[in-house]
């Protein structure tokens, strides 16, 4: 069965510093990895995912993660920080297979601060 | 392109009660979700719908949560009898087919007193 862990509950930053959030995951197989943000009051948005191909991947409002099959990691990162970035993260894990259901983490808490 | 809908967005009742939950997938999406977010951790997947069959409701306190779908489109998920635990926010999500990527409505926040 795959499990995801965030290995940190919350994480405080301040303003255009950079910033990793970190995720392992455990599995027997092959996975698709996600990561997710969620604002106040709001559903899930995708930020990136990782199906296959080139192991770092690129997404919306400049994040960026990077597979690492060998320590089963799937860190988030981005360079410098906005006050706008402050939400909840999820990472996910997905088995390939008919139904390719989501496992999320716990969630990471990033708060921006001024 | 509309979203997720979900109603109502907050709803409080007192325990032993019942309450039902409505999501509206974006159109046209084959595969619908309902997941269950308690505060402080990640979603956890209830039932998964393709077209208007289960795929997978493993993990649906089926003594007490009940959902359908029944002309494969909107969806609703109730809860009869609610109990204390079941406090937390509920998630619809829909994609086009299984893998896809999922789009995810706001989320009906229960808290069951």
């Known amino acids: 069965a795959q499990s995801v862990t965030q290995l940190d509950s919350q994480v405080p930053v301040f303003e255009e510093a950079p910033v990793e959030l970190r995720c392992n995951y455990s599995s027997s197989v092959s996975v698709y990895l996600f990561w997710y943000v969620q604002y106040p009051n709001q559903g899930l948005q995708l930020l990136l995912k990782y199906l296959s191909g080139s192991t770092l991947v690129k997404g919306i409002n400049g994040f960026e993660a990077e597979f690492n099959k060998s320590q089963t990691s799937f860190h988030l990162r981005k360079p410098s920080v906005h006050i706008s970035d402050t939400a909840e993260y999820f990472c996910?894990?997905?088995?390939?297979?008919?139904?390719?259901?989501?496992?999320f983490g716990s969630g990471t808490q990033l708060t921006v601060l001024p | 392109e509309a979203g997720v809908a979900q109603s109502p967005r907050y709803k409080i009742i007192e325990k032993r009660q019942s309450v039902a939950f409505w999501c509206n997938p974006i159109?046209?999406?084959?595969?619908l979700y309902w997941y269950q977010q308690i505060l402080g951790q990640g979603p956890k997947l209830l039932i998964q719908?393709?077209?208007?069959?289960?795929?997978?409701d493993s993990q649906l306190p089926k003594d007490r949560f009940s959902a359908e779908r029944l002309k494969g489109v909107d969806s609703t998920l109730k809860i009869q009898p609610a109990k204390l635990e079941d406090s937390a926010v509920y998630l619809c999500a829909s994609s086009s087919s299984p893998g896809d990527e999922q789009y995810f409505g706001p989320g009906t926040r229960l808290t069951v007193t």
């Open positions: 719908f393709q077209n208007n069959g289960v795929v997978d």
């Open positions: 159109s046209g999406h084959a595969t």
């Open positions: 996910a894990v997905s088995e390939p297979g008919s139904a390719r259901q989501l496992t």
